[in-house]
């Protein structure tokens, strides 16, 4: 079992790994995969981790929602780099399309300082950093490494992370399901196995002088023989 299963993972192990952490984060985030393995690339491409990414989206999704209700500390920057996170009408706008709004307008900007200050507020202190390098590209750059990435591997699509998602869940079932089994050989011997034990212990302790005896007189034997071939190894 174990080594068919290895056989499995070994041939796609990395593809469902991919496929269903973009799975995973396309629930966390609001994103679609295809946007979010293209933004993988470009994260890789200036150094960036896709976590890193991950958490500035959150951030910004959060802050467009608050935004949207007319709250949230991010307003101010947004409102001064005139950026909407709602369309005309009064629905959220789709994240990547602010964040392409966003990295225009913050590639526009001359100073380097300012970018930077832009960049946490919008993406967060904590990811805000990591998210610089690809704000000052601008949409167009972003979209075209986005672009040349979906060209050279074809990309991701929903439906592709979807299966690969299902399969890394029907691999942990099977692994759980072959677990379990296991556990019920084991629980059914267990009573036997306890009898033997105890029986074995009262045997034990009845004869360890005897068994003592035996096993010294054992071991002098072997000890007398590897001392006879020792003086007689020439």
Excluded: C
Excluded at 3 to 16: D, F, H, I, P, Q
Excluded at 22 to 45: I, K, P, Q, Y
Excluded at 155 to 165: I, L, P, V, Y
Aim: without cysteine; glycine residues 12%.
């Amino acid at each position: 079992f174990w080594g068919a299963k290895r056989a499995v993972e070994s041939l796609v192990g990395t593809t469902v790994k991919a496929g269903s952490a973009f799975v995973d984060m396309s629930s966390r985030t609001g994103m679609t995969v295809e946007d979010l393995a293209g933004l993988s690339h470009v994260a890789g491409l200036v150094g960036a981790e896709m976590g890193d990414v991950e958490k500035g989206v959150k951030f910004l999704t959060n802050s467009m929602l608050d935004i949207s209700r007319g709250t949230g500390g991010a307003r101010k920057t947004f409102d001064a780099l005139g950026i909407s996170v709602t369309d005309a009408g009064g629905n959220l706008r789709p994240v990547i399309d602010v964040m392409f709004d966003a990295a225009d307008k913050i590639s526009g900007l001359k100073n380097e300082t300012l970018q930077a200050a832009y960049a946490l507020d919008i993406f967060g202190a904590r990811s805000g950093s990591k998210m610089i390098p690809i704000m000052k590209q601008g949409s167009a750059a972003i979209r075209e490494q986005i672009k040349e990435f979906e060209r050279l591997t074809g990309g991701w699509s929903g439906k592709d992370a979807a299966a690969a998602d299902a399969l890394g869940d029907t691999l942990f079932t099977l692994t759980e399901t072959f677990v379990g089994m296991k556990r019920a050989i084991a629980l059914s011997v267990i009573p036997q196995l306890t009898e033997w034990a105890k029986a074995a212990t009262e045997l034990i302790a009845k004869n360890r002088e005897m068994i003592g005896e035996k096993i010294g007189d054992w071991l002098k034997k072997i000890g007398g023989a590897l001392k006879t071939v020792w003086e007689h190894r020439d």
